[in-house]
């Protein structure tokens, strides 16, 4: 048999489906976690870190990160900082969230809290703390964040536009103080803070939409806190917006009646544009002019009533206010004046200047000396006039007095300075100690020693009088000694009533002496008026001497 005709035989390789079927379960699992992990990868959301001055109702593992009181995450962990000065919380938020983590984004933790008249957070007394948020609007992507300590007054998300304000105090006002318009409250003070160089406060106001159009370049701004009295001709003035104001401070604002019309003045202020923050409305609304001319007032009297910003006017018309007081002495230092610096607005003199110096507003420094000079000549003077019977405020009267004495403007001063005469007080004291000075010279006491000379004497006739009726009472007849009796009954009532220790003469001696004392009081009064005027007006201060 040939071999070479017999079949090959060939190997035939069977599958092992057994043990396929054993590795098939655990690459499936495998796939599914990784499908997971890959799951959680993709869903899940950043992690940021926000530092807090204190853990203060933050709870690793269940406070709860809240947008708009929807949960959008929870914090996974909390932790001190390397200097041991706060907390470092780390935060998981939601994959949505991603976007909105830019720089201006704001986080803080909701607790109760009570500013600006409002209670906020209550719902946390039950569910606890959690982090509130704020969305920013900045395109910068950031994970590292700081906590603030309190809630913003105002997020981000509501209509209206923030101004800032410039004051010299702060006064009450706080963060959540109310903002007014018309007493209606249309805004809120969302921060303050000292300036850099101490010199002042800066405060800023968010004003809700659509308030925030009526706030253009001509607004005046001023602090409506507590209560604003004022007392003038018409009576006393009460002007408060609200009581949370009362109790809390706020700030109005408002337009000047009668503003001129101009291109800014209907056009709303831009975002950010800052403004005076006014101490009263009052000084809000001063009309303010741009044309102001500086002088200088002297007058040689106490100037007790008078206050840096006292108006300046002309016949009831206010033209100027005070600056600043001070007082200088001669060479000997026994003459004093007291100068008072003033500002005028010459564009509210033209009406009373037009008629004496025609062209006063003349911008050529000869012909204002030369206007002025005519005014002066004419008898323009300044003088004090009483503004409060009550409390004694005085301010600068300007007026034309014919009567004055000869007068000229000092140009060699800086500032110019304007001839003035004495005030109502002034004239009051004068007559006071002339009074005085004429009661001392008066011979009191010499006419009260003549008067007791003359009532001896009298006395004496008296005496006199009666032994000479006694004699003729025992020569004269019955019919005349009746007569004589009578009279001297008539003598001796007489000589009761005169005698030295009768009622007459101790009520006679009382009266000189308490005519004396008089004069005395009246020195005394002179002499304490003349150190303190004011008195005519407002009376003895306690203790005061």
């Known amino acids: 048999m040939d071999i070479r005709n017999l079949p090959e035989v060939r190997p035939h390789r069977t599958w092992g489906w057994s043990v396929q079927l054993v590795w098939i379960v655990p690459i499936i699992a495998a796939a599914i976690a990784g ?13 940021i870190t926000i530092t807090f001055k204190t853990a203060e109702g933050l709870e690793a593992g269940k406070t709860k990160v809240a947008y708009k009181n929807v949960d959008i995450g929870r914090v996974k962990a909390v932790r ?31 607790r109760p809290r009570v500013a600006g008249g409002q209670v906020s957070g209550l719902m946390t007394l039950f569910s606890g703390s959690h982090i509130g948020v704020d969305i920013g609007h900045s395109t910068t992507l950031r994970q590292d964040f700081v906590g603030l300590e309190i809630a913003p007054v105002v997020t981000g998300d509501t209509p209206g536009r923030q101004f800032v304000l410039r004051s010299q105090t702060l006064g009450s006002l706080q963060v959540g103080s109310p903002v007014f318009f018309r007493q209606e409250e249309v805004g809120k003070v ?101 044309n102001v001319s500086r002088f200088v007032l002297y007058f040689p009297h106490s100037l007790r009533g008078l206050f840096v910003g006292a108006p300046v006017d002309f016949r009831g018309i206010v033209v100027g206010e005070v600056k600043s007081m001070n007082f200088e002495t001669d060479e000997s230092n026994t003459v004093f004046r007291f100068p008072v610096e003033v500002e005028l607005y010459p564009s509210r003199l033209v009406v009373m200047m037009k008629r004496t110096a ?40 300007l007026d034309f007095f014919p009567g004055a004495a ?29 009074l005085s000075q004429t009661l001392r010279k008066f011979p009191l006491q010499e006419i009260g020693t003549d008067m007791r000379k003359t009532l001896h004497t009298l006395t004496s006739t008296l005496e006199r009088s ?16 009746i007569a004589l009796d009578e009279m001297r009954r ?55 001497r």
């Open 35 to 47: 499908w997971l992990v890959i799951k959680t990868i993709r869903e899940k959301g950043p992690t």
């Open 80 to 110: 001190v900082s390397d200097d041991l000065r706060s907390v470092i919380a780390t935060v998981e938020l939601d994959k949505n969230m991603e976007p909105y983590l830019v720089e201006d984004t704001l986080f803080w933790v909701v």
């Open 190 to 290: 969302i921060a303050h803070a000292v300036d850099q160089n101490g010199k002042g406060v800066t405060s800023k106001v968010f004003i809700d939409a659509p308030y925030d159009r009526y706030v253009t370049a001509e607004t005046r701004f001023w602090n409506a806190s507590g209560v604003d009295v004022s007392l003038d001709a018409s009576g006393v003035k009460i002007d408060t917006q609200s009581l949370v104001s009362i109790l809390i401070g706020g700030v109005a604002f408002g337009t000047p009646p009668g503003t001129e019309p101009g291109p800014d003045s209907e056009q709303p202020a831009a975002e950010g544009q800052e403004f005076r923050l006014a101490s009263t409305r009052e000084e809000a609304m001063k009309h303010r002019d741009l």
């Open 358 to 397: 025609p062209n006063f507003l003349e911008h050529d420094e000869q012909i204002v000396r030369k206007r002025w000079d005519q005014v002066v000549a004419n008898g323009f003077r300044a003088q004090l006039g009483m503004g409060n019977l009550l409390t004694g405020q005085l301010y600068v009267a």
């Open 406 to 434: 000869p007068a000229k403007m000092d140009w060699m001063h800086d500032p110019p300075a304007i001839p003035t005469i004495p005030g109502i007080t002034e004239e009051i004291q004068n007559l006071i100690v002339h």
């Open 466 to 481: 009666g032994q000479f009726v006694e004699q003729l009472q025992s020569e004269v007849t019955p019919e005349v000694r």
């Open 490 to 544: 008539a003598l001796k009532t007489a000589e009761r009533t005169l005698a030295s220790e009768s009622p007459t003469q101790v009520e006679l001696q009382n009266t000189l002496r308490e005519l004396g004392q008089t004069a005395e009081s009246i020195r005394l009064l002179s002499d304490y008026l003349e150190r303190h005027p004011e008195a005519l007006l407002r009376g003895k201060r306690e203790g005061g």
